[in-house]
């Protein structure tokens, strides 16, 4: 059983509700584009679940290929993200990806977050719940 935690900047919300910020929180590498501009939801989560299966399937951690230096760097390239061009680099990991794990990464990494599913509905996922024999 594998559990993830992280704490240190949380707070509960409904999955409608948004939080405004004039600072960045959180760890930059698992941000979604709009929690650099300073919005927080339970998309931005989704986001972060994204990047994070992403890392344990390429055991590196998001936006390591970007080619940016240091976190400050990182801020920017995921702050000025262009829909079409913001998922994180999936590596040369790519071609043994399934189609299913492909998706759920697209799907929780979806640039606007209104697009983004629920935690809920990212269980039920064909990646989650076993649809593609190559992801067993």
Known sequence: E???TDFGTS????????VKTSTVVGTVAYMAPESIRGVYSTASDVWGIGCSALQMFTGRMPWI???????ISLIFKIGNLQKGEHLPPFGPEA?????????FIQ???AFDRNERPTAAQLLQHPFVVGGDKEDQ
Do not use: I, Y
């Open 11 to 18: 707070r509960l919300l409904s999955d409608e509700q948004t």
């Open 107 to 109: 799907s929780a990494c």
């Open 2 to 4: 594998v559990k993830l």
């Open 65 to 71: 290929d970007a080619n940016c230096r240091d976190n």
């Open 95 to 103: 071609a043994t990806m399934s189609a299913d794990f492909v998706d």
